[in-house]
Every structure is written in structure tokens, then in C-alpha cells.
């Protein structure tokens, strides 16, 4: 399920849990992200948490949230920049 720009329409860059009227809702680092949804993720999928956490280590930085944040930190700002 997508989440919400400020107007309401889905962003399809974002999942609802994550993004709501154009912001996030919480801010929060990605290890602690993988470290919070792992465990679910092996719950809801059978896999083991150690894949869950190799998985999501692959997948959440090509994610817009967080590649935006890699982009800052290489260009010498960091996430609250």
C-alpha cells in the first residue's frame, strides 16, 4: 500500500506506514529500520530473521527514502540536512 503526498494522491515511492501528506511518519536511521522490521518480515514471510536482515540490508538503500539520504551524507550533509 502506497503512501500520501501533502494533496492526498499515492506516492508510489513510499509505503503507507513509512510516508503520510508528504512526510514521514517517523524519523528514523536504516539499521534501526532493519532492526524494527526484520523480525516481521521473518515472521510474515517464513524466511529466517538473519535473511530477512540480508535482505532488507539490499533492498532498503535503493529505496528513494533512504538513497536520498546517502546522496546528502556523500555531499557532506547528513539526514537532518
Known sequence: ?????????PDEHY???CYEQGK????T?????????APRLAENT???RDEAVSLMGAVLPHLARWSATRTD?????GENS
Do not use: N
Request: hydrophobic share 25%; glycine share 16%.
Open 46 to 48: 517464513g524466511m529466517s
Open 29 to 37: 536511521t536504516m539499521e534501526d529500520m532493519i532492526e524494527d522490521c
Open 1 to 9: 500500500d502506497y503512501g500520501t503526498q501533502v494533496d492526498g494522491a
Open 24 to 27: 514521514y511518519t517517523y524519523e
Open 15 to 17: 509505503c503507507k506506514w
Open 73 to 77: 551524507e556523500l555531499h557532506g550533509g
